[in-house]
C-alpha cells in the first residue's frame, strides 16, 4: 500500500494510478503481503472515479520474480485447498473494470509473467525476459499462465515455455505478440504512464466497456460474442460522454468526458 515503505507503492499521475512491487530483497517475488496489499488497491482504484488506467510495475531488474518460493516451499496441501479461492490476486485481476497496464523491465517469471498477462496491455523494457519456470521448481502455473500464454501465443509455444522453462527476451515476446511494445531501458516506466495517459484521455466508460467486450472475445464463441459487443455499445450509446464526443467533433474541438 501506499508509502515508501510498503511491499506495494502507490503513485498517482493525474488520471493514471501507478502501483509499484517493492520488495527488491525477494525480486518483487509475490508474498501474500504483497498480493493482498495489489488485491486491496485494485479494487479501491476501480472504484474510484478519478482513476482511468492502472499501471503496475516493477524496478528496473525486476518486474516480479513469480510466487515466494520460500513461503512455496512450506505450504501443504490442506493449506492450499483451505485458501479462500474467491479472493485471489487472479480473481481481483480479473474483476478489475479500469484498464489495467503492465509496465515491465527485467524479470517477469512464474507469478510475475501471469501478472503481466494478466493485465491488459504490457509495455516492456528492452530488458524484459518472460517465463514460466515453475516446471523447473516440480510444479506448473497456477495463476493462469498456461490458459493464457495459449490464447496469446498458440498451444505450441506455450507447450514449449510451460515444458521447459525458457525465459524469453523482450524482443521474441513481441514478435509472438506477448507484449504491445518493447522500449529503451531507460523509457519503460514513461512510455507505459503515456500510454496509460492517452487511455485515461478517453470516455472512461466506452474505456471500460471497450475492455469487457474485448476481454470476452476468449469466452465466448464468434456469435455470441458480437451479440454482447452489440449490447455493450448501445450501453456507449446510452452515455452524456458519447453525446459529448459527437458534438464535440462536429463543433471541431476537444471532448471533455466526464465518465457519465
Ligand atoms: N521467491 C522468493 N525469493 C526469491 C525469488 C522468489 N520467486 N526469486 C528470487 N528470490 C530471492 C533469492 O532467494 C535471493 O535471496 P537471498 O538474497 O536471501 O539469497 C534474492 O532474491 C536474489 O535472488 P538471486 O537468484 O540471487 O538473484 P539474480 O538476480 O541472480 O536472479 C532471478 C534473479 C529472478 C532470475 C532468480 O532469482 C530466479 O530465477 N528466481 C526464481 C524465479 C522462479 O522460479 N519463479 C517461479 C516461482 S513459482
Same mark, same amino acid.
Given at each position: 500500500?501506499?508509502?515508501?515503505?510498503?511491499?506495494?507503492?502507490?503513485?498517482?499521475?493525474?488520471?493514471?494510478?501507478?502501483?509499484?512491487?517493492?520488495?527488491?530483497?525477494?525480486?518483487?517475488?509475490?508474498?501474500?503481503?504483497?498480493?493482498?496489499?495489489?488485491?486491496?488497491?485494485?479494487?479501491?482504484?476501480?472504484?474510484?472515479?478519478?482513476?482511468?488506467?492502472?499501471?503496475?510495475?516493477?524496478?528496473?531488474?525486476?518486474?516480479?520474480?513469480?510466487?515466494?518460493?520460500?513461503?512455496?516451499?512450506?505450504?501443504?496441501?490442506?493449506?492450499?485447498?483451505?485458501?479462500?479461492?474467491?479472493?485471489?490476486?487472479?480473481?481481483?485481476?480479473?474483476?478489475?473494470?479500469?484498464?489495467?497496464? +503492465?509496465?515491465?523491465?527485467?524479470? #517477469?517469471?512464474?507469478? !510475475?509473467?501471469?501478472?503481466? &498477462? =494478466?493485465? /491488459?496491455?504490457?509495455?516492456? *523494457?528492452?530488458?524484459?525476459?518472460?517465463?514460466?519456470?515453475?516446471?523447473?521448481?516440480?510444479?506448473?502455473?497456477?495463476?493462469?499462465?498456461?490458459?493464457?500464454?495459449?490464447?496469446?501465443?498458440?498451444?505450441?509455444?506455450?507447450?514449449?515455455?510451460?515444458?521447459?522453462?525458457?525465459?524469453?527476451?523482450?524482443?521474441?515476446?513481441?514478435?509472438?505478440?506477448?507484449?504491445?511494445?518493447?522500449?529503451?531501458?531507460?523509457?519503460?516506466?514513461?512510455?507505459?504512464?503515456?500510454?496509460?495517459?492517452?487511455? +485515461?484521455?478517453?470516455?472512461?466508460? #466506452?474505456?471500460?466497456? !471497450?475492455?469487457?467486450?474485448? &476481454? =470476452?472475445? /476468449?469466452?465466448?464463441?464468434? *456469435?455470441?460474442?458480437?451479440?454482447?459487443?452489440?449490447?455493450?455499445?448501445?450501453?456507449?450509446?446510452?452515455?452524456?460522454?458519447?453525446?459529448?464526443?459527437?458534438?464535440?467533433?462536429?463543433?471541431?474541438?476537444?471532448?471533455?468526458?466526464?465518465?457519465?
Amino acid at each position: 500500500m501506499g508509502g515508501s515503505g510498503g511491499v506495494l507503492i502507490e503513485e498517482r499521475h493525474d488520471a493514471v494510478a501507478l502501483l509499484r512491487l517493492n520488495r527488491p530483497e525477494a525480486r518483487n517475488a509475490l508474498s501474500p503481503e504483497l498480493r493482498a496489499a495489489l488485491c486491496e488497491a485494485l479494487a479501491r482504484l476501480d472504484r474510484d472515479q478519478g482513476v482511468r488506467c492502472i499501471v503496475i510495475a516493477g524496478d528496473d531488474e525486476h518486474f516480479a520474480a513469480g510466487a515466494d518460493i520460500a513461503q512455496l516451499n512450506e505450504r501443504e496441501l490442506p493449506d492450499l485447498l483451505q485458501e479462500p479461492g474467491g479472493a485471489s490476486l487472479w480473481d481481483a485481476l480479473a474483476r478489475c473494470r479500469t484498464p489495467l497496464i +503492465a509496465a515491465v523491465s527485467g524479470y #517477469a517469471l512464474g507469478g !510475475g509473467c501471469e501478472l503481466a &498477462l =494478466a493485465c /491488459d496491455m504490457i509495455v516492456a *523494457s528492452e530488458t524484459a525476459q518472460f517465463g514460466q519456470p515453475e516446471i523447473r521448481l516440480g510444479i506448473i502455473p497456477g495463476g493462469g499462465g498456461t490458459q493464457r500464454l495459449a490464447r496469446v501465443i498458440g498451444k505450441q509455444r506455450a507447450m514449449e515455455l510451460v515444458l521447459t522453462g525458457r525465459r524469453i527476451p523482450a524482443d521474441e515476446a513481441y514478435a509472438l505478440g506477448f507484449v504491445n511494445r518493447v522500449v529503451a531501458a531507460d523509457r519503460w516506466l514513461e512510455e507505459a504512464l503515456e500510454l496509460a495517459r492517452s487511455v +485515461a484521455r478517453r470516455a472512461p466508460l #466506452a474505456a471500460r466497456l !471497450g475492455k469487457q467486450a474485448v &476481454l =470476452a472475445a /476468449d469466452e465466448m464463441p464468434l *456469435s455470441a460474442g458480437l451479440e454482447h459487443e452489440r449490447r455493450l455499445f448501445e450501453l456507449a450509446m446510452a452515455t452524456e460522454d458519447r453525446r459529448e464526443g459527437t458534438r464535440a467533433f462536429l463543433e471541431k474541438r476537444r471532448p471533455e468526458f466526464r465518465g457519465r
